[in-house]
């Protein structure tokens, strides 16, 4: 079975300062990585994932997320963060089969200070 | 852009009865799930549905629960008699290749009193 661990329940960091979210995984088999964004009363928004390929994925507002498969992590980064970043990021994994399900970690608060 | 769309965004219940939560996945996707997100805390696993059936489902799946696709469109979560711990965020996904990129609907806030 697979799980998730974020190790961060919350990061504060000012405006413009880069900021790391750690996530590491544990799965027997192979698996798909993804990091999800809940902004403030709302759902859950697929920020970007890695089913295989490149380990380097981006997202279209700056954020980029690393797959090192002999640390078992896919940590986020984003090297200027701005005010509107401010939500709870989710790194979740699944198996590569069919029919698998995404697992969540618990989730890491992103908080930033003008 | 298609999305998955849930009903009703909020709902109250008293403690006992029988809710019903409402989903429509994308169209041409074949998995389907249920997850809860309890406030504060992480999202959580219930359910996997795919050709009419529950693929897998979590210990907090019990016997209150149940899934159903009552015709083409629509995927539904249904608990027989609320309890207060079952006060959460519900949220209804889907996806056209199971262990793939899943999409999820905005969520159903349930409270129960």
């Known amino acids: 079975a697979q799980s998730v661990t974020q190790l961060d329940s919350q990061v504060p960091v000012f405006e413009e300062a880069p900021v790391e979210l750690r996530c590491n995984y544990s799965?027997?088999?192979?698996?798909?990585l993804f990091w999800y964004v809940q902004y403030p009363n709302q759902g859950l928004q697929l920020l970007l994932k890695y089913l295989s390929g490149s380990t380097l994925v981006e997202s279209i507002n700056g954020f980029e997320a690393e797959f090192n498969k002999s640390q078992t992590s896919f940590h986020l980064r984003k090297p200027s963060v701005h005010i509107s970043d401010t939500a709870e990021y989710f790194c979740a994994v699944s198996e590569d089969s069919s029919a698998s399900k995404i697992i969540f970690g618990s989730g890491t608060r992103l908080s930033i200070r003008p | 852009e298609p999305e998955v769309t849930q009903t009703p965004s909020h709902q109250v219940t008293q403690m006992g009865q029988e809710v019903i939560l409402r989903c429509v996945p994308i169209s041409n996707h074949l998995y389907f799930y249920w997850y809860r997100q309890i406030l504060g805390q992480k999202v959580e696993f219930l359910v996997s549905f795919y050709n009419n059936e529950i693929s897998e489902k979590s210990e907090i799946f019990d016997d209150q629960f149940s899934v159903e696709r009552p015709d083409g469109s629509n995927f539904t979560l249904k608990i027989r008699s609320t309890k207060l711990e079952d006060s959460a965020m519900y949220f209804c996904a889907s996806s056209d290749a199971g262990g793939g990129e899943a999409f999820f609907g905005q969520g159903t806030r349930l409270t129960v009193v």
């Open positions: 799965s027997s088999v192979s698996v798909y």
